[in-house]
Nanobody, 124 residues
Framework: QVQLVESGGGLVQAGGSLRLSCAAS????????MGWFRQALGKEREFVGV????????YYADSVKGRFTFSRDSAKNTVYLQMNSLKPEDTAVYYC?????????????????WGQGTQVTVSS
C-alpha cells in the first residue's frame, strides 16, 4: 500500500520560513518524480513544482521561484519543500504527489499517488 505523508505545516508570519516533508512508503521511490501542489480555500489545486527522479532537476512555478526549494533524500524516501520569504498568498493546503510520468508534471492527472495534505498559513 502506497502512502505519502506530509508534515511540517503550520502558522508563520510573512517573511518567515517553513520546511515541509513528504515521506513515501510502499513504492520504489527512485522511479517516481515527486511533485508539490497547493490548494487555497475556494481555489483550484495548483502546481508548485516537481523534483525529478535523480533529484538533479527541479522545476518551479513562477509564483514560488527563488523562494521555494525542493530536495529529496533517497535513503529516507522523503522529499522536502523549503519555503522562504513566505507571503500571505502562499496560504494553502500543500500536497505532495508521486508521478511515474516523464512529462507534463504540472498536470494533476499525471500523478499516481497523493498525500493527505498539510496546512500552511502565512499571517500578514
Amino acid at each position: 500500500q502506497v502512502q505519502l505523508v506530509e508534515s511540517g505545516g503550520g502558522l508563520v508570519q510573512a517573511g518567515g520560513s517553513l520546511r515541509l516533508s513528504c515521506a513515501a512508503s510502499g513504492l520504489t521511490f527512485s522511479t517516481y518524480a515527486m511533485g508539490w501542489f497547493r490548494q487555497a480555500l475556494g481555489k483550484e489545486r495548483e502546481f508548485v513544482g516537481v523534483i525529478l527522479r535523480s533529484g538533479g532537476s527541479r522545476y518551479y512555478a513562477d509564483s514560488v521561484k527563488g523562494r521555494f526549494t525542493f530536495s529529496r533524500d533517497s535513503a529516507k524516501n522523503t522529499v522536502y519543500l523549503q519555503m522562504n520569504s513566505l507571503k500571505p498568498e502562499d496560504t494553502a493546503v500543500y500536497y505532495c504527489a508521486a508521478s511515474n510520468s516523464y512529462t507534463n508534471y504540472e498536470r494533476r492527472e499525471n500523478y499516481n499517488y497523493w498525500g493527505q495534505g498539510t496546512q500552511v498559513t502565512v499571517s500578514s
